[in-house]
């Protein structure tokens, strides 16, 4: 059985720093290109960062570049999302998702397995 488990959300003031967390289980993690993508309030689920299955390769949407780091453990069988100068604009839910030799892609339909999500509050 397939499991990706997000943590490490929370609230955080406006210009601080969260990392996030997701443990996979049940696949050949090192096989997969992770995905981190996000959905706030009343909007679409939208691409966030993706990183390829050996790590050698990141991909960031245009408004987190520079702020945030996608980075992977293929000991561990995690992915992270560290996510630095936080705005009011990155409050929703984070979900990680996994795609089988994927090359990471912005394309959510790729992805063939998901996490349920963890909240990420930005205050101002």
């Known amino acids: 059985q397939v499991q990706l488990v997000e943590s490490g959300g929370g609230l955080v003031q406006a210009g601080g720093s969260l990392r996030l967390s997701c443990a996979a289980s049940?696949?050949?993690?090192?096989?997969?290109?992770m995905g981190w993508f996000r959905q706030a309030p009343g909007q679409e689920r939208e691409f966030v960062a993706a990183?390829?299955?050996?790590?050698?390769?990141?991909n960031y949407a245009e408004s987190v570049k520079g702020r945030f780091t996608i980075s992977r453990d293929n000991a561990k069988n995690t992915v992270y999302l560290q996510m630095n100068n936080l705005k009011p604009g990155d409050t929703a839910v984070y979900y990680c998702?996994?795609?089988?030799?994927?090359?990471?892609?912005?394309?959510?339909?790729?992805?063939?397995?998901w996490g349920q999500g963890t909240q990420v509050t930005v205050s101002s």
């Open positions: 998702a996994a795609d089988l030799y994927g090359s990471g892609s912005e394309i959510i339909r790729r992805y063939e397995y």
């Open positions: 049940g696949v050949t993690f090192r096989n997969y290109a």
């Open positions: 990183i390829t299955p050996s790590g050698s390769s990141t």
